[in-house]
């Protein structure tokens, strides 16, 4: 594919920013749009091109902005829309464009949508959410029922996540068409994206015909119920037209159970998104989802087979892509997650990175990560924030763990481990905010912050920003075709990427033991980067990491 036929976003980086944690302008302790545009500049010389935003729309944060109760307005803890029309224009001034979270499977029970529906069983928008007189036993994703009664209503409504997130009924086209206006406000602004959050269960099922179905195994049941239901993509086929199509702009669905041989349907020329966010190869560890103290071993060789099987199907697909990541609001940092304890913490974020970085797709950075940050491991769950965290941790308990086996899954697992407020310097409040932070900043901060890593040639911020730089020297790290070339071995991940012209190998070492290859691979080829500096062919050190290239 020559390189002139791909789109910015497919030849650039994404970054997301949890916006509560990033960086605090006025000092209250949470982070804000303001302070997200003065480190616009910091973001550049990462070679940032795209910015997630997690939502911050006006919120009660029950789910820290994933419960929106207006869609078309700034939370004032992050500012105003003339803040956010500034960051979209500052932005773009550096080439980068703002992708906004769109959170559609539901709302907050504050939105004024909701809180028409639960008058009566008759107003305008009484159908606007799931009521039944008839509860099911699903049980929603973060713990309880799914259904909560409303005394207003006298009614049970849906809700896939909290209670206080009401799922909408996207059946009715009033619903779809309201959803589709906001998405064109958003778009009009001249925003590059959306990600379209939690989108695989917008379609219920006919629930109710037939006194319809109890699931057999309550934990998960309302995930089986109700992800990707049939005439899902109709749905999103008109929200694509009626939105995205004539726009220079991308979509990218959070897709948790969409297979690889199903990417056909979701992403390409005739999928219904730009790209989606897999979760096979974040999950590898669990069993099931259910419980963070119960775990599952895995190998290097099942890993890379997942990647593979996604990147064969998207090849050949019309401009199919993929979105690369190991960590994001939603998951525990890579360097815990896919590491064995006690990994050297920078080799073996260097090497995480430079799989990130080099996977055919457009890489999505969470923030943090390209300064190697690890979990946090705090000592009760009372000191979590995350209200999964604490379902997870009574889930376990009334399984029969111990209070430390629950806490363990929690360390391991929790989502508070990538929303830690961003570390900037050494001084108080790492240069986050001049006051008490929201969340407790990370105890490594004096080492592991950004300017102490932008003076030190070895830190992982600088392998991070080295990478960035090859991606734009070296087209076939953009267009080159994907090939695991060892995809047995136990210790290596070694890809291969070729375009017409030339043709890149890298090999990164996953493993704590030296790990050795065959020196015919990279025979003729010459070496344009390695993280620990010069490499001998045929042998990587532990978690050692090194690009080759040769013409073709
Ligand atoms: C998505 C978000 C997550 C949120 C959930 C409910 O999975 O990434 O943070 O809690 O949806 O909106
Ligand atoms: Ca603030």
């Known amino acids: 594919m020559p390189d002139n036929k791909l789109h910015w976003w497919q030849k650039t980086i994404a970054y997301e920013i949890y916006v509560k944690s990033f960086k605090d302008s006025n000092g209250d302790g949470i982070g804000d749009l303001k302070g997200i545009t003065s480190e616009l500049d910091y973001l550049k010389k990462l070679g940032v091109g795209a910015l997630w935003l997690t939502p911050c729309y006006v919120s009660p944060q029950a789910d820290n902005g994933y419960d929106v ?10 500012g105003t829309m003339a803040d956010m029309d500034e960051l979209i224009a500052e932005a773009k001034k550096r080439d980068i464009r703002i992708v906004m979270d769109l959170v559609f499977n539901h709302t907050s029970c504050e ?28 049980r929603s994703i973060f713990g309880g029922s799914a259904w909560t009664y409303d005394e207003k209503r006298g009614q049970y409504y849906l809700h896939t996540f909290l209670k206080e997130q009401p799922d909408l009924n996207w059946k009715n086209p009033k619903v779809r068409q309201a959803v589709i206006d906001v998405a064109n406000f958003w778009a009009d602004k001249g925003v590059g994206g959306f990600r379209m959050d939690a989108v695989l269960y917008i379609r219920k099922p006919e629930v109710f015909k037939d006194g319809k179905p109890d699931a057999q195994d309550d934990m998960v049941a309302i995930h089986n119920m109700t992800v990707k239901q049939d005439g899902i993509l109709d749905y999103l086929n008109e929200f694509k037209t009626k939105v995205i199509s004539g726009r220079d702009m991308f979509t990218v669905g959070e897709a948790n159970g969409v297979t690889a041989a199903e990417l056909p349907q979701w992403v390409g020329k005739d999928g219904v998104f730009d790209m989606v966010f897999e979760f096979s190869h ?15 071993s895995w ?13 064969k199907q998207i090849e050949k697909l019309s401009n199919g892509w993929y979105p690369m990541y190991l960590e994001n609001h939603d998951i525990a940092r890579s360097v815990s997650h896919f590491l064995p304890d006690g990994a050297p913490r920078v080799q073996g974020a260097k090497a995480l990175a430079a799989l990130l970085l080099t996977m055919r797709g457009t890489p999505f950075v969470m923030q943090g990560e390209e300064l190697g940050f690890v979990n946090v491991a705090w000592p009760s769950i009372d000191d979590y924030d995350d209200c999964y965290s604490k379902s997870h941790y009574e889930f376990a308990i009334s399984e029969g763990y111990s209070k430390e086996e629950a806490l363990e899954g929690v360390h391991r697992f929790s989502r508070d481990s990538a929303r830690t407020p961003m570390q900037w310097n050494g001084t108080k409040n790492a240069g986050f ?14 080492t592991f912050n950004a300017e102490a890593e932008k003076n030190d040639p070895e830190s992982v911020l ?5 990478l960035a730089k090859l991606r734009k020297e070296h087209s076939e790290l953009i267009d080159g075709d994907y090939v695991d070339i060892m995809p047995y071995d136990e210790q290596i991940f070694a890809i291969r990427r070729e375009n017409k012209e ?7 070492n996953l493993s704590s033991q030296t790990a050795f290859y ?8 010459v070496q344009i980067a390695g993280s620990d500096g010069m490499s001998t062919k045929g042998k990587l050190s532990p978690y050692e990491a090194v690009v080759f290239e040769e013409c073709i």
């Open 462 to 466: 600088n392998w991070y920003i080295a």
């Open 502 to 508: 030339k043709k890149a190998t890298i090999l990164i």
């Open 518 to 525: 065959d020196e015919n691979l990279v025979k003729n080829a």
């Open 282 to 296: 974040t999950q590898i560890d669990l069993p099931d989802e259910k419980n963070w103290s119960r775990r599952r």
């Open 299 to 311: 190998t290097l060789p099942q890993w890379k087979s997942l990647f593979s099987q996604s990147q």
């Open 111 to 138: 939105n004024a949508w909701f809180k028409e529906s639960r008058q009566s069983r008759d107003n305008d928008k009484s159908d606007w959410y799931i009521w039944t007189d008839k509860p099911t036993n699903w």
């Open 433 to 446: 905010s001049s006051s008490k932070p929201w969340m407790p900043i990370h105890d490594d901060y004096k």
């Open 69 to 78: 109760a207006d869609y078309y307005n700034i939370d004032p803890a992050y």
